[in-house]
């Protein structure tokens, strides 16, 4: 099978009739073709892969977007899928992004939750915009669901300080 049949059955790009020697075969595209990409543009074949294995896609670019930030990054591939599969990361409900449960660390196993996007967001600006004394509240609130130990002498404050 020619990379031509082979991107016509995958149904995903409307291909030139003629694309000219070394230009990308995808319609409207003026970009040259990269030589070991199958008669595609580096973004058109970028596009195809995301399109083939979005798994490992969205892992490759949580891997890439710690780095860029500069944090810690040490989930496996069968952990990533582990966990985004247990929590319905793939059923197409909303927008899924992946969290740091404490934003301190980096995207290491047991600090990762599948929140859809408006949850990421709205816990994004609860934490930047709340004064100290609710999100201490919040965090002994977390520390109690988490089972984890809380001190016994510590106001227990479920009320709004305002």
Same mark, same amino acid.
Request: charged letters at 25%; proline letters at 5%.
């Given at each position: ?81 582990? %966990?985004?599969?247990? @929590? $319905? #990361?793939?059923? +197409? ?7 740091? %449960?404490?934003?301190? @660390? $980096? #995207?290491?196993? +047991? ?12 816990? $994004? ?38």
């Amino acid at each position: 099978m020619t990379h031509r049949e082979r991107h016509l059955s995958e149904g995903l790009f409307t291909l030139k009739q003629n694309p000219g020697k070394g230009l990308c075969m995808v319609k409207g595209c003026r970009k040259d073709a990269h030589h070991r990409k199958q008669g595609l543009c580096h973004a058109h074949w970028q596009y195809r892969w995301r399109m083939q294995s979005p798994k490992r896609s969205a892992y490759s670019t949580l891997r890439d977007h710690a780095k860029a930030r500069g944090l810690a990054f040490t989930i496996s591939y069968d952990y990533f899928l582990g %966990v985004t599969d247990a @929590l $319905g #990361y793939w059923l +197409g409900d909303g927008v899924p992004t992946i969290d740091r %449960v404490k934003p301190e @660390l $980096g #995207y290491e196993p +047991g600090n990762i939750a599948v929140l859809s996007l408006s949850e990421n967001v709205s816990k $994004g600006n609860r934490e930047r915009h709340l004064p100290a004394a609710v999100q201490a509240i919040l965090e002994r609130k977390r520390a109690r669901m988490s089972g984890a130990t809380v001190n016994p002498f510590e106001r227990d404050e479920d009320a709004c300080p305002f």
